[in-house]
T-cell receptor
């Protein structure tokens, strides 16, 4: 079983829709969690950190469920410009802390 | 401006040649990472370094080598032993290994023919 798993999609949604992605992780001692956005042929860029209490930034909401070992990203009122791949990152506690990436979820927002 | 630079953006090499990809950061970060990304795939960890003069293999280190002689620099050499080197290579840094977010350079797209 992979340490961090994401549904690769693509999620194909109309403008204005609400879409949610989940990311599961296998190591219960994982320390910190992030969502990144990656546009085609570009580097990943931090979208938001995921805190235990959840956090919101405009149309984006991230949540952590430690009991079920997943993090989620909710995008409300989708825009065309939200089309990208969304990567979840879990920093795994081990001999050293190594960021572990999910494969990414592709989102396509259409008119 | 603080950030991570990678050069060159595009690199073309003939099969059998070694090639070194540059990664420099002025963020004063301790940890640095090299990833490889193939089309439609996620990021795979090649090597990482948490402190100067020390580095560890990631999941796909075979055919690659690195050095960390200075805190700000973490060059990656793709050797002729790497069987399928054509890929998008991303360098990242992190303030404190494992706890903080990573910052990525713009990447180097390597094509070997």
């Amino acid at each position: 079983r992979k340490e961090v798993e994401q549904d690769p999609g693509p999620f194909n949604v109309p403008e204005g829709a609400t879409v949610a992605f989940n990311c599961t992780y296998s190591n219960s001692a994982s320390q910190s969690f992030f969502w990144y956005r990656q546009d085609c042929r570009k580097e990943p860029k931090l979208l938001m950190s995921v805190y235990s209490s959840g956090n919101e930034d405009g149309r984006f909401t991230a949540q952590l469920n430690r009991a079920s070992q997943y993090i989620s990203l909710l995008i409300r009122d989708s825009k065309l410009s939200d089309s990208a791949t969304y990567l979840c990152v879990v920093n795994i506690v081990g001999g050293s802390y190594i960021p572990t990436f999910g494969r990414g979820t592709s989102l396509i927002v259409h008119p | 401006d603080g950030g991570i630079t990678q050069s060159p953006k595009y690199l073309f090499r003939k099969e059998g040649q070694n090639v070194t990809l540059s990664c420099e950061q002025n963020l004063n970060h301790d940890a640095m990472y090299w990833y490889r990304q193939d089309p439609g795939q996620g990021l795979r960890l090649i090597y990482y370094s948490q402190i100067v003069n020390d580095f560890q293999k990631g999941d796909i280190a075979e055919g690659y080598s690195v050095s960390r002689e200075k805190k700000e620099s973490f060059p990656l050499t793709v050797t002729s032993a790497q069987k399928n080197p054509t890929a998008f290579y991303l360098c990242a840094s992190q303030q404190t290994s494992g706890r903080d977010e990573e910052y990525f350079g713009p990447g180097t797209r390597l094509t070997v023919t």
